[in-house]
């Protein structure tokens, strides 16, 4: 079965970046969208960043626009998300997705997902 393992979290000051990886198995890497959702407490679940499957196509959320990138390698199954000039608000935590088919931003669409890993900035 799919499975999706999420790294790199962890506490940064405001200003700082984090680099986040998520390694598929399972699963034909190269044939699947690839996306990034976030879930602080007490709010849904968004997504920040989605990347097609051949990387032609992304996708990032306003919040993060600029400040943020998501790229993959499919040699590697792994698809990253570059997080720079980290603000308090984006402290949650971060899950990666996986869909067949073209790159969409609602978590509903999204059948396999990773546990998440923990972003904390602090101000």
């Known amino acids: 079965q799919v499975q999706l393992v999420e790294s790199g979290g962890g506490l940064v000051q405001a200003g700082g970046s984090l680099r986040l990886a998520c390694v598929a198995s399972?699963?034909?890497?190269?044939?699947?969208?690839m996306a990034w959702f976030r879930q602080a407490p007490g709010k849904d679940r968004e997504c920040v960043a989605g990347?097609?499957?051949?990387?032609?196509?992304?996708y990032y959320a306003d919040s993060v626009k600029g400040r943020f990138t998501i790229s993959r390698d499919n040699a590697k199954d792994t698809v990253y998300l570059q997080m720079t000039s980290l603000e308090p608000g984006d402290t949650a935590v971060y899950y990666c997705?996986?869909?067949?088919?073209?790159?969409?931003?609602?978590?509903?669409?999204?059948?396999?997902w990773g546990q998440g890993t923990q972003v904390t900035v602090s101000s």
């Open positions: 990347i097609s499957r051949s990387s032609g196509t992304t």
């Open positions: 997705a996986a869909r067949t088919g073209v790159m969409v931003t609602t978590r509903g669409l999204y059948p396999d």
């Open positions: 399972g699963l034909t890497f190269s044939r699947y969208a």
